[in-house]
């Protein structure tokens, strides 16, 4: 009898605790809805920032902390340049021998940079400060933040790299050097912030992030032609004209690279170029121990000239296996040289990666870094054998240089 009673109170109570859980729930999702995510959700909370800390108070921190190192670069250029529609046959036939084919250049070119150091170097663009051709430059001035102009001179610049050293001697009011961040572990989509000096506006930041890795990009020179740039950051933080030079920076203030270049407005918006970090270390420690103009490149080298299969080409070198790469040239004394590639050998792949194209081969190549290590595997006159080859540096573009 008192088990019949107490079972029947036993589904009473255990009716009244789901009934109140659900009053409690709707209760919650109509009442809390200002603590709940978007469609009453709970919140996450690792949203919520750090120490009370948001990315807007990091971010203005980082400017504070950074912007007094940051500095605008004045470049007086002096001389005569050739003018190019003298080449043009439709400008002849009007003008004929009376047009001026030399021009006087004499004006005044602008950038950014920042203090790399505290024996005075200042880190910028090798463009900022490279005359056009038929030009030289008759003076470099370093504009502060607080509105000292000091006299600079270049210590060293390497144009294929686009990275140059100033110097300004004794200036006792130096601002802290940046410290430059390892630019290996940036993370696609982190806060990306520039400072420079666009069209002469001082201390002007932008916005964004870094948007992409390793992209390549054609750069003009200041005599016409174009250097090809790879391993460039990608962000959408603006690049303007003036900017180049200055650093692209993240939350804590480290620089992750030096603002390069953008593309045109009339294409696209929100691309720009930067140098990585590691990039701009890398290249600072060779100039500073080679001062003077250096036309390294910073990409890795092997010295080999590369070409695609052919029929005609497996004929002649008695190559009927599967795919690779013909070797057709091998530079004397380049490191494809010293680890014994020969002509007529074939390139089946290299770091494991099967290769099919010589076009391919040549842009992995350049990507690495010089004094890196490559590991082939070789077709060499019917047997296969690895082949281990420390990169050497590309020197600048020689048309009797084979390609990687």
């Known amino acids: 009898m008192l088990k019949s009673r107490i079972f029947p ?6 009716a009244g605790v789901v009934v109140g ?35 807007q108070d990091r971010i203005v921190s980082a400017i504070k ?23 043009d046959p439709f400008f002849r036939q009007f003008f004929g021998n009376q047009m001026p ?24 663009n090798a463009h900022v400060v490279t005359p056009p051709q038929g030009a030289h430059v008759t003076g470099i001035t370093v504009v502060f933040p607080d509105g000292d102009h000091v006299p600079a001179h270049v210590v060293a610049e390497n144009v294929e790299a686009d990275i140059a050293i100033l110097k300004v001697d004794g200036y006792p009011k130096l601002p802290p050097p940046l410290e430059l961040a390892d630019s290996d572990r940036l993370e696609q989509g ?9 069209l002469e506006l001082q201390q002007t930041v932008t916005l964004g992030i870094v948007s992409a890795f390793n992209r390549e990009e054609s750069i003009p020179t200041e005599d016409g032609n174009a250097i090809d740039f790879k391993g460039l950051l990608q962000t959408s933080a603006p690049i303007n004209p003036g900017d180049s030079g200055g650093p692209l920076i993240d939350v804590d203030g480290r620089v992750i690279g030096i603002n390069q270049s953008t593309v045109r407005p009339s294409y696209a918006q929100g691309i720009g170029f930067a140098i990585p970090s590691n990039t701009v270390r890398r290249v600072v420690a060779q100039l500073e121990a080679h001062p003077g103009v250096y036309q390294g490149t910073d990409q890795g080298f092997m010295g ?16 009927t296996n599967g795919n690779g790469v013909a070797v057709v040239q091998v530079v004397g ?69 084979p390609g990687p």
């Not at 109170?9 to 255990?14: E, I, Q, R, W």
């Not at 999702?29 to 920032?49: C, D």
């Not at 902390?65 to 470049?75: E, F, P």
Request: proline share 5%.
């Open 9 to 14: 109170g036993l589904l009473v109570g255990l």
């Open 21 to 55: 859980a659900f009053v409690m729930m709707l209760y919650a999702s109509t009442h809390f809805a200002n603590v709940a995510g978007p469609n009453n959700s709970l919140p996450v909370v690792s949203a919520a920032p750090l120490s009370g800390v948001s990315d």
């Open 65 to 87: 902390r950074t912007k007094a190192s940051v500095v605008a670069i004045d470049v007086n250029v002096n001389g005569q340049e050739y003018n190019s529609m003298c080449d």
């Open 101 to 124: 084919c030399e021009q006087n250049v004499r004006g005044q070119d602008s950038g950014s940079g920042f203090v790399y150091d505290r024996d005075g170097d200042i880190v910028t």
């Open 190 to 198: 982190q806060w990306a912030i520039a400072i420079g000096e666009p």
């Open 304 to 319: 080999i000239a590369p070409q695609d299969l052919t029929q005609g080409l497996r004929n002649e070198i008695g190559y």
């Open 333 to 401: 004394g380049s490191p494809a040289d010293q680890a014994g590639l020969q002509p007529g050998d074939v390139i089946i792949s290299a770091d494991g990666r099967a290769f099919t194209s010589a076009k391919a081969l040549s842009s992995y190549i350049a990507s690495k870094k010089p004094g890196q290590e490559l590991r082939l595997n070789v077709w060499s006159q019917g047997d296969r054998k690895l082949v281990v080859v420390k990169l050497g540096e590309r020197p600048a573009a020689e048309p009797s240089t």
